[in-house]
Nanobody, 130 residues
Framework: QVQLVESGGGLVQPGGSLRLSCAAS????????IGWFRHAPGNEREGVSC??????????YYADSVKGRFAISRDNAENTVYLQMNSLNPDDTAVYYC?????????????????????WGQGIQVIVSS
């Protein structure tokens, strides 16, 4: 049974940091790219970041809105992907989802688009507020 479980969300003040984790099970983790998406009220779900699997050499992708503030990494031994989020601002408030997509050939054009992903977590809330 495939599972993706997000953790690490919560309430943080503007300028603060959080680290989200995505723990995966039920599939060959290192063959899958893992992406982070977020959905804020009134907005469409948007791609935030992605890290490729072993065949993509762990290449990373970021949305312009988070470049320089967020960092994605993966630990294949622990079947976990992390999203370090720094310099958070209220616009980062959203439900954050991790997702898994097989292979890497599609990433160059679609790393931050939903259609490439096969499995999704249930999401976790991040609130940036003073």
């Amino acid at each position: 049974q495939v599972q993706l479980v997000e953790s690490g969300g919560g309430l943080v003040q503007p300028g603060g940091s959080l680290r989200l984790s995505c723990a995966a099970s039920g599939f060959t983790f290192d063959l899958y790219a893992i992406g982070w998406f977020r959905h804020a009220p009134g907005n469409e779900r948007e791609g935030v970041s992605c890290i490729s699997g072993s065949d993509g050499n762990g290449r990373t992708y970021y949305a312009d809105s988070v470049k320089g503030r967020f960092a994605i990494s993966r630990d294949n031994a622990e079947n976990t992907v992390y999203l370090q989020m720094n310099s958070l601002n209220p616009d980062d408030t959203a439900v954050y989802y991790c997702a898994a997509g097989y292979g890497s050939s599609w990433l160059a054009l679609s790393a931050l688009y939903e259609h490439g992903y096969d499995y999704w977590g249930q999401g976790i809330q991040v609130i940036v507020s003073s």
